[in-house]
Every structure is written in structure tokens, then in C-alpha cells.
């Protein structure tokens, strides 16, 4: 993998003579360089460029360069757009609009002409701007001074995106069985999946998982046992049990390795050879970054990985989560989220229990080792992708977890507890509108605009749910929506 970055490119023209082009060049160098410190990936400035051909030479390089997550354009000074046309046209990264400009005030005594002519971002931005509105290109606007530390917030978010584009272009997830029988929303056209995120969506039987199994090493049980010992508690005297957890993902992580999965879905209707469904086991996998979704729910596992990889460092606070039950009582309205076993522990307010229990549904020889933990609080979002006919449609709500407010000493799974936006009971009207399914991400570091940005770039229909939402609008809005993604 090369190193990501970005890059900075810098519009201009040749009538301004070389002191000009000169001061704009050292200026750009200076900004890429102190904007690096404050961003997630290194912003590496391009060239300040004046021609077609040099703009259509950069964006090729800029396609084919795999380290290269996105171009980030500026103009210090005016920039022709017809010149933009050819590049912008074979453009196949994420594009931002930085409309900023060098000086943050106008100096009053030292205003001139010459002033005005090298600091003409206010009209050269808006040129730039026209053409790629003319083109009709995904790209994101950010305006204001370069060192604010909101506009910094905002390209590195920006920025995380893209990374969660580069996920899904190369995302391979890993199937073990089919769909959970009858279940229609997490079911999708896989091949216009492929062509609009670029997910490979593959199955591999569970036979083959068991086989695997199988060659696992009692010394490579040994060593994750140990890891498990180290980030968890151990609140079972089933000590079996969570060997047989520990085998069972040390070999669906050597097929995912083997064939560079960063995803997988299974089903606990097909778990034939198998003790126990994977409990432990997929939730520490999705703490190193997998995405997984539960019932043979692909989609929400692609979704999980791509999140996850936006989150600090490349795998932040965002998980498989599932609506289970509602307290409706009077001022005290929570949506209580969790799953069969499959929680991931990057929610967790606390260090997670390992725990054994018996569980009735599917086909568990044996009671299933799973983490149990209560999650964190903050505001959230919760995101599903849903497939509507034709397209995506990526539902995202706003959420504010608490510290749930009763203990469930008999819940034997990880839990969270939220209030919904705008509250609970007409955030599920929304939802439901919407066509939001019951799986979705749960994240603590993504946030909504994050995700609006990511489904410009990718090409498939939003639909925010926030404080201000009405059921009502909503329809409108998503009858408008409907229309127009059948022309598209
Ligand atoms: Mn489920």
C-alpha cells in the first residue's frame, strides 16, 4: 500500500509574469505544508498550474496513483476554466473546493493594485467554481481562512472520506452462507453494488471455514487467548468455550487475509460443522477493523468496514448495531440496540466480560463465548443502506446515546441505549418512511455530513434524519428524490 496523501493544486494563468507565479508557488508550498500538521493525511502541494495540458497531465497522475486519495484545488489568483475542462473531465478522485485565501484581513495602508491582482481569490475561486458546477461534478465546497481551525476540521473530515471511498473501491467482503431465509432488506443487487462502491461480494462455503478450523494450532489458540486475556475481562469458567471462539477466528481471518477481505457476513442458519455461532470471535475482528454484518446482511458489513476505516487512525468508533426494543415510557423515550451475539467492543464504555450463555436460535451445539459491555455516551449517528431498485438509498439519523438507564442484569449481549432524532417515536416514523432497515452502523466518529459527502462522491441517493426532520417533509422530500433517481 503506498503511503495516502492528497494533493494540492494551486489554479493561475500565465499573464501574471513570473513574480507573481513565483509568490503563488512559495505561498501554496507554505500552506500544504502547515495544513499537514493539522490534518489526518499529508497535503502535498502539486503545482501552481496554468495550462490544459498541465492540468490534464496532474489528474492522470493523480488517477494513477493508488496513494492519492483526492485533490484538493485553490485558486490564489484567477484561473481560466476552460483550461480545467479536459483534466476535471477524466478526474476519477475525490475533488475539494478550498476557497480560501492567503491573508486572513485586507491591509489597509498597503492596499494596491499589485495587492489586488496576486490576492484575487474572491473571483478566481468563483470561476473555479462555476466550471465544476457546469460539469456537474460530486465535490465539496469548504470556504474560509486556511488556519481557522473549523475549516481545518472540515478538510480533515473531508478528508477521512475520501479514505472510506478508497475502502470501498477495493472492499472484498467474504460471505459464509446466504441470507438469513425470507429476510428482504438486507438482501441486493450485488453487480450494481459493484459497479457504483465497488464492493466484490463473494461466497465461500462454511465447510471449507470448518476445514480450516480444523488446522488451527493449539499454540495459535494459546497466543489470542492471551490477547483476549489482556483487552478483556473473564467472567466465565468455560474456558473451552472461548478456545473454541478463538479458533474459530483465527480461521476466518486466515481466509479473509488469504483472499484480502475486510469484510465478512455470516448466518446462524448455516453454521453446519460448526459448536458454536461466532460470538467472541467476530466481535474481536470487527475491533481490528473488519466489518461484519449478522443474518447474512452484506451490505451492513461492507458499510461497517468502510466506517470503521474513516475513524481515527483507519478504525474508529462505528459497528454492526441492530434496533431491538424501544422503553416508551413518558419523557423517557430510548431505542435499545445490540444483537444476537455480535457487538463491537470499540462502543464500549468499560472493559468488556467474556461471557458464556446459552442461546436458542441457530444451530449452537454448545453456549456461545460472547463480550458483554454497556456502550458509550455521545452523540452518534445510525447509518443503513438499503437497496431501493435500480439504487442505494443510504439512510443516516442522528442519535444521542446514554449511559443506559436500567442495568438488565439478565441481558447476556452487549447493549447501547439511544434517543433518536428528533425523538424517538417520530425518528421511527421517519425511519420507517425512509425504508431504514433494522441493521445498521452505529458510530461515535463518523458524523452525517461525513456520510452526505461519501454518497455525493459515490453516486447513490442520502437521506438525513435530524432534529429538524417532519415525517411529512420527508415524504415530499423522498418522492422528489424517487423521481429523480429514476432518471439519473
Ligand atoms: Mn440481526
Request: proline residues 3%; contains cysteine.
Amino acid at each position: 500500500m503506498e503511503r495516502r496523501e492528497f494533493w494540492f493544486v494551486v489554479g493561475s494563468q500565465l499573464l501574471y509574469g513570473d513574480k507573481v507565479l513565483q509568490t503563488v508557488d512559495a505561498r501554496a508550498k507554505e500552506m500544504a505544508a502547515e495544513l499537514s500538521k493539522a490534518l489526518p493525511y499529508p497535503l502535498v502541494y502539486k503545482a501552481t498550474v496554468k495550462s490544459n495540458d498541465e492540468i490534464t497531465q496532474l489528474v492522470k497522475d493523480a488517477n494513477y496513483t493508488n496513494g492519492c486519495c483526492g485533490l484538493v484545488a485553490w485558486c490564489h489568483t484567477f484561473s481560466p476554466s476552460k483550461m480545467w475542462i479536459n483534466g476535471l473531465n477524466t478526474l476519477q478522485k475525490p475533488y475539494c473546493h478550498l476557497a480560501t485565501q492567503y491573508n486572513k484581513e485586507i491591509p489597509n495602508e498597503e492596499i494596491d493594485m499589485d495587492f489586488m491582482n496576486l490576492n484575487q481569490s474572491a473571483h478566481g475561486d468563483r470561476e473555479h467554481g462555476f466550471i465544476a458546477a457546469r460539469l456537474r461534478m460530486p465535490r465539496k465546497v469548504i470556504a474560509g481562512y486556511w488556519k481557522n481551525l473549523d475549516i481545518q476540521k472540515r478538510l480533515s473530515e473531508w478528508m477521512r472520506v475520501c479514505i472510506g471511498v478508497q475502502t470501498s473501491k477495493n472492499l472484498k467482503v467474504m460471505r459464509f452462507g446466504d441470507n438469513m431465509r425470507e429476510v428482504a432488506v438486507t438482501e441486493g443487487d450485488k453487480v450494481e453494488t459493484q459497479i457504483k462502491l465497488g464492493w466484490q461480494v463473494n461466497t465461500w462455503a462454511v465447510g471449507d471455514l470448518v476445514k480450516e478450523m480444523s488446522a488451527v494450532t493449539e499454540k495459535e489458540i494459546d497466543d489470542l487467548f492471551a490477547q483476549y486475556r489482556t483487552s478483556y475481562d473473564i467472567a466465565t469458567d468455560d474456558i473451552e468455550a472461548i478456545r473454541y471462539q478463538a479458533r474459530e477466528e483465527l480461521a476466518m481471518k486466515k481466509m479473509m487475509d488469504r483472499e484480502g477481505c475486510k469484510a465478512f457476513s455470516n448466518t446462524f442458519e448455516d453454521l453446519y460443522g460448526m459448536q458454536q455461532l461466532p460470538g467472541l470471535a467476530t466481535q474481536h475482528l470487527m475491533a481490528q477493523g473488519y466489518g461484519y454484518g449478522g443474518e447474512g446482511d452484506w451490505k451492513v458489513s461492507a458499510m461497517t468496514a468502510i466506517m470503521k476505516s474513516m475513524g481515527a487512525d483507519g478504525n474508529g468508533s462505528s459497528a454492526f448495531m441492530e434496533d431491538y426494543t424501544y422503553h416508551l415510557v413518558d419523557g423517557q423515550e430510548y431505542s435499545l440496540g445490540a444483537h444476537m451475539l455480535e457487538v463491537c467492543p470499540s462502543l464500549a464504555a468499560t472493559k468488556p466480560r467474556i461471557e458464556t450463555h446459552y442461546l436458542g436460535i441457530g444451530m449452537n451445539a454448545k453456549d456461545p463465548a460472547r463480550l458483554v459491555f454497556e456502550g458509550k455516551t455521545g452523540d452518534g449517528i445510525v447509518a443503513s443502506i438499503v437497496d431501493m431498485g435500480g439504487r442505494m438509498r443510504l439512510v443516516v439519523q442522528d442519535i444521542e446515546a446514554v449511559k443506559p438507564i436500567l442495568s438488565m442484569p439478565n441481558l447476556p449481549v452487549a447493549r447501547v441505549m439511544w434517543k433518536a432524532m428528533p425523538n424517538l417515536t417520530t425518528g421511527v416514523e421517519c425511519w420507517i418512511i425512509a425504508g431504514g432497515a433494522h441493521h445498521t452502523v452505529l458510530s461515535y466518529d463518523v458524523t452525517a455530513e461525513m456520510l452526505r459527502d461519501w454518497a455525493r462522491i459515490m453516486d447513490i441517493e442520502f437521506v438525513h434524519i435530524d432534529k429538524h426532520t417532519i415525517p411529512q417533509k420527508l415524504e415530499e422530500e423522498l418522492l422528489v428524490k424517487d423521481l429523480v433517481w429514476r432518471l439519473k
